[in-house]
């Protein structure tokens, strides 16, 4: 067993979400995942907030707490500057996850005079790296330190031998494994202590390998070893204009040799970027976008995303509003340069599908490509949004899609779904209007039908199919809309979807 050091940063989601979203981190806050409370800062646990509350009971609970949406990028990238900060104080860090870093203790004990005085000068190290709160754990393997941290109030050392004692006294729950803690709570083993007594052939026989593994944890024999990770190279672009440039082509210009650079330099390391960063400052601020790419950046797609930002609506030689100070480019993704690899005979249609695009979006701007992607919605054209190619449609498009949308079409969907709803004429067997009452009852039967709204070009409908209201805005009532849609069969086996709108009739799509 290895003697571990564990740093845990209590609550860092919060931590990282406060600190990206410029917050203070004492006053409560809480971060949510999928409507439901992930982590909370103290002062929120004191209102009574709880992890896996619904949004809305924590803020029935504290009125003042200020909900922030989970991001596991941003746990990461803030979390970089402290790894880099305890790797320049102590060799050997292990990035267990973001918030917890873990580490051989021999190295930093006899360096530093002994494990106390290691563990205190890693909490004065965190503190200025703005984790003021940090727990150090140092026992016998990494799975005791964890716990160590995790019940210090600031440094707790398990002498070496102990860990078995330590961790005897804790719940079965701190296993972590769901599954199995569910099974051994059912068969009435609660405590480390109780499961680390059993024999470990008849553990093995009866759950395997995974609670083998589990058993040597509980039983203080965790052989876990402690893999430091190696610093990534910082590689980034980042070029000053002095004096300030006040035009696009120029600013393009200026930065053309180095993002072929930026790029070589990835390439080196044997990573192909699909993400970047893109930050330009100016006399007095300073604009920050990211892009995607649909496959990865070359030095001329980071320069067109450059001017893309920079340009607007404008052209590539228009003036600015401010003159361009600095421009800074970092990778926020990037991907083993093997998994790009083209195959043996090239990726066929789809290489030149892409680069066919890529060239029109170069010549006509970042929104000139579209793709469309389904969003939520319940009338088919709301569902139709368009997305920049390479671009990934944004969280809250997906949340929208999620959503339950009471009236929306069910599945299958037409075929054809028109931009601009097309104005029909469908009327009854006396050729007379038909409209539907309040309580929702068609007036007559459709017998005649125009797709082109005209009365010469009637053609009998050979089926047909409801009314199926659609209420939005029900409690607005200066908003509210009422639709009616319906499913029609022409003499030519044509399907239409239709919606009745008052006394207008309309083709929102065709079956075909």
């Known amino acids: ?105 021999r190295g930093p004990a006899r360096y530093y005079g002994g494990e106390l005085a290691a563990a205190r000068l890693l909490t004065g190290k965190l503190a200025e790296l703005g984790v003021p709160d940090a727990r150090i754990g140092i026992a016998d393997g990494p799975f005791a330190a964890e716990h160590a941290a995790r019940h210090a109030q600031s440094v707790l050392i398990i002498p070496s031998g102990s860990s078995p004692q330590f961790l005897g006294r804790l719940p079965i729950a701190a296993l972590g494994d769901a599954t199995l803690v569910g099974l051994l709570g059912r068969l009435g083993i609660h405590s480390l202590a109780d499961f680390a007594a059993l024999s470990p052939t008849s553990v093995r026989e009866r759950f395997g390998s995974a609670g083998a593994l589990a058993h040597a944890l509980a039983a203080g024999l965790d ?136 060239r029109v979006q170069g010549m006509l701007g970042h929104e000139g ?59 009854g067997a006396q050729q007379q209007q038909l409209e539907v009452s309040d309580r929702g009852v068609l007036s007559g039967h459709p017998a005649f039908f125009s797709p082109t709204g005209k009365r010469d070009d009637l053609r009998r409908v050979e089926a047909w199919a409801g009314p199926w209201p659609v209420v939005q805005r029900w409690w607005d009532a200066a908003a509210a809309t009422t639709a009616n849609r319906f499913q029609l069969i022409d003499a030519s086996a044509t399907a239409w979807l239709l919606v009745l709108d008052g006394q207008s009739w309309w083709a929102e799509g065709l079956y075909d």
């Open 369 to 427: 490509v579209v793709t469309p992607v389904l969003g939520g919605g319940r009338l088919l054209a709301e569902r139709q949004v368009l997305v920049a190619w390479g671009d990934r449609a944004d969280a809250g498009l997906e949340k929208a899609r999620a959503k339950p949308w009471p009236g929306s079409l069910p599945e299958p969907a037409p075929a054809t779904v028109f931009a601009d709803r097309r104005a029909v004429v469908v009327l």
């Open 223 to 358: 052989a876990t070893a402690i893999t430091a990770r190696t610093p990534p190279r910082d590689v980034r672009l980042s070029v000053d204009f002095e004096p300030a440039l006040d035009r696009i082509d120029q600013v393009t210009f200026g930065i053309r040799a180095a993002a072929d650079r930026f790029i070589d330099e990835l390439l080196a390391d044997k990573l192909a970027c699909t993400e970047v960063r893109v930050a330009i400052s100016s006399e007095g601020e300073t604009s920050e976008r990211t892009w995607l790419h649909p496959r990865w950046f070359t030095g001329a797609d980071v320069v067109d995303r450059v001017r893309w930002q920079l340009q607007g609506s404008g052209s590539a030689g228009s003036g600015l509003k401010s003159a361009i100070t600095r421009v800074r480019i970092e990778p926020e993704a990037v991907d083993p340069v093997g998994a790009h690899e083209a195959g043996l005979w090239g990726n066929g249609p789809d290489e030149g599908v892409h680069h066919g695009l890529s």
């Open 1 to 105: 067993m290895i003697r571990t050091i564990v740093a845990w940063c209590p609550d860092w989601p919060v931590v990282a979400a406060a600190q990206d979203a410029g917050l203070d981190h004492d006053r409560p806050l809480a971060v949510i995942e999928k409507s439901l409370v992930f982590a909370c800062s103290p002062a929120a646990r004191a209102e009574g907030v709880k992890r896996g509350m619904r949004a809305r009971a924590a803020q029935a609970r504290c009125t003042d707490i200020v909900l922030l949406d989970y991001d596991r990028g941003t746990d990461a990238r803030v979390f970089e500057p402290v790894v880099q900060g305890v790797e320049a104080s102590m060799a050997g860090v292990q990035l267990v996850r973001p918030g917890m870093l873990a580490m051989k203790a």
